[in-house]
């Protein structure tokens, strides 16, 4: 009898202990919390408690140049082009009227925007540009988001003017 009663008891001691220390450790984070920050809320209206003035720089603001699209194009490689495709070969495919989910881009220069039949377009597109000139590819390619807001295109774009080019070459070097 007395060993189930220090069974109990030791039970009970050991919850006791646990429940002891758990709220030791919630008051201890709560009076934390007010310590450091003040107990007040935190909302968009908290206003910081001092305000460092930065002097300008007095520097000029950086220039981008801007390139000539078809100053770059006139020294695209098609060569580094076929590298480039990989970024586009999960959705396009390369063959005449062989639609992924994105549409072929077999003789997608020069061509009609939304021109194949087979193809569902998202008809953002066609409000932008009306042929998919090296100028709008390349546009399209650098931000398609931006480009043709509501297109269905997940890509995020390509940043280099020299890869843009690169890859319009190649493309425009498959048809001929």
């Known amino acids: 009898m007395e060993?189930?009663?220090f069974d109990t008891m030791t039970l009970t001691k050991a919850m006791g202990g646990f429940c002891g220390a758990l709220l030791v450790f919630l008051l201890g984070?709560?009076?934390a919390e007010i310590i450091y920050h003040g107990g007040g809320?935190?909302?968009?209206?908290?206003?910081?408690g001092y305000l460092i003035e930065?002097?300008?720089?007095g520097g000029e603001e950086e220039v981008v140049e801007e390139v000539d699209f078809s100053v770059v194009m006139a020294s695209a490689s098609a060569a580094d082009g076929e590298g480039l495709w990989r970024n586009c070969q999960s959705c396009h495919a390369l063959e005449p009227g062989k639609n992924g989910t994105g549409p072929s881009l077999y003789g997608i220069v020069n061509r009609e925007v939304s021109s194949d039949p087979e193809f569902s377009y998202s008809g953002a597109l066609v409000a932008v540009?009306?042929?998919w000139t090296p100028d709008n590819l390349n546009a399209f390619l650098e931000n398609p988001k931006g480009y043709a807001p509501g297109t269905a295109m997940g890509y995020n774009g390509m940043r280099k003017i020299e890869d843009r080019a690169d890859l319009i070459a190649y493309l425009d070097s498959l048809d001929d």
């Open 3 to 5: 060993r189930d009663m």
């Open 54 to 57: 930065v002097a300008d720089a």
């Open 129 to 131: 540009a009306d042929v």
């Open 29 to 31: 984070g709560w009076a």
């Open 41 to 48: 809320g935190h909302g968009d209206d908290h206003a910081q």
